[in-house]
């Protein structure tokens, strides 16, 4: 599977833990990446300044549903079931 053009389900709800540029703490669950356009495009993208878990992601009907919103809703409840509580 390719990525959707203007998805961004997986620059929104999972945490990254690696610090970013701008997010020296990295970014928490449900919130958007300040590197995320509004087109839904990573602005780091090709950037080696890009975290390698962003990097290292690929798209997967499993985690990536059939459309942008089931994406949100698979990547948010894996955040969850995975997160330490």
């Given at each position: 599977?390719?990525?959707?053009?203007?998805?961004?389900?997986?620059?929104?709800?999972?945490s990254i833990?690696?610090?970013?540029?701008?997010?020296?703490?990295?970014?928490?669950?449900?919130?958007?990446?300040?590197?995320?356009?509004?087109?839904?495009?990573?602005?780091?993208?090709?950037?080696?300044?890009?975290?390698?878990?962003?990097?290292?992601?690929?798209?997967?009907?499993?985690?990536?549903?059939?459309?942008?919103?089931?994406?949100?809703?698979?990547?948010?409840?894996?955040?969850?079931v995975t997160?330490?509580a």
């Amino acid at each position: 599977m390719h990525c959707r053009p203007g998805c961004g389900a997986c620059c929104i709800a999972p945490s990254i833990s690696s610090p970013l540029p701008g997010m020296p703490e990295g970014k928490p669950a449900g919130e958007r990446c300040l590197h995320l356009s509004v087109e839904n495009l990573c602005q780091l993208f090709g950037d080696p300044r890009r975290p390698a878990v962003c990097g290292d992601f690929d798209a997967d009907s499993e985690v990536c549903g059939e459309s942008r919103e089931e994406a949100i809703r698979l990547l948010g409840w894996l955040e969850q079931v995975t997160s330490a509580a």
